[in-house]
C-alpha cells in the first residue's frame, strides 16, 4: 500500500461525488461528502428541526470552498452526535440547500440536507474508504455512495510527486475529476495547448462551478512513484484561488485530486493518522 502524509490547514475566509445515509442529532439526513469543503454544512430545516439550543452567531458568513462560496451564517449547537460521538457547543454553518438539492434533483437523487467538510471529519476522526466504499467512525461505518472557508474550516492537502514533479494539491471528494492548473500540466505532464481537447462533461462541485473546459489524456502517469494508467485530467486556473489562499499565508496549489482517481484507485483517506494511501496497490 501506497501511503501519502496529508496536512490539515486551517481557513479563514463524467466522476464521483460522495454522499451517505447518517443520523445526525436523531434524524436521518442525506450528505454530500466533501473533504474539500473548509467547513461543514446543515440545511436551515435540518437545524430547525433539531431539538437543541442553537445560537445564531452572524448574520452572514462567506464560507469557502474549492466550488466558489456561497452566503450562509454561522450556529453555535449546544449538543452534535455524529458517528457515535458527541460534540459539545459545536460551530457549523446553516445553509439554505434547495439551490445543491435541486441540482441533486436533476440528476434523479434526494434531497441533500448538508455537507460533511474537513472540520467535522477532523473532530471525529473519519476515514473515508474508497475501496469498500465506506465513511468510518470509529466502530461505526457508513456506506457511501456514488455520485455524478472561515476560521474553523479545514482543508487537506498533500504535497507529493507526480512524474518526478513536486506538486502540491488538495484532496476533495467534492470534485467529480482531478483537475490541475495550466502551469502545472506544463511542467509536470509536459503538455501544450495543442494537447487539450474540449471537454464535454466539466468536473462539478457542490456548488455548481464547472471546472475544466479543457482535457488532456495520458496512457500513464506517476504518483508518488506508483504508475495510474489511462489517466484524463481536466484543466483550470487555479489563479483566483490561489489568491483567495494567499490572503491567508496558504501556499498555493497546483491541482485537485478529485473523485475520479481516488475511486479508480482504492483512495483511504484517513484523518485520524493524516495519510492518504491507494489499497488498489495491495497484494
Known sequence: ???????????????FHLHLDAEVN??????????GASRSVFSSALVKAWDNKTEKQEHSLESFGMGGSFE?????VKTVKFGGKFLEDYILVVHDMSHISGIMKELGQSRIDGMLGGDLLN?????IDYINGNLIIGKNKY??????????????????????????????????????????SRRVFRVSKRDLYENGHSGIGVNDQHMGDRVFEFDEISFNGVVFNDVEILSFDFEGINDNYKK??????????????????GGVIDYAKLTLSFGSFLG
Do not use: H
Open 1 to 15: 500500500m501506497v501511503i501519502t502524509p496529508l496536512r490539515l490547514i486551517p481557513i479563514d475566509t463524467d466522476g
Open 72 to 76: 450562509s451564517y454561522i450556529a453555535e
Open 123 to 127: 473532530a471525529v476522526g473519519a476515514v
Open 143 to 184: 456506506p457511501i455512495q456514488y455520485l455524478a472557508p472561515d476560521i474553523r474550516g479545514i482543508e487537506i492537502f498533500v504535497e507529493t510527486e507526480i512524474n518526478n514533479k513536486v506538486v502540491s494539491c488538495i484532496i476533495d471528494t467534492g470534485a467529480s475529476k482531478s483537475v490541475f492548473n495550466p502551469g502545472t
Open 26 to 35: 436523531g434524524i436521518q439526513v442525506n450528505l454530500l461528502l466533501d473533504t
Open 248 to 265: 491567508m499565508g496558504v501556499r498555493e496549489i497546483d491541482g485537485i485530486l478529485g473523485g475520479d482517481l481516488l475511486n479508480e484507485y
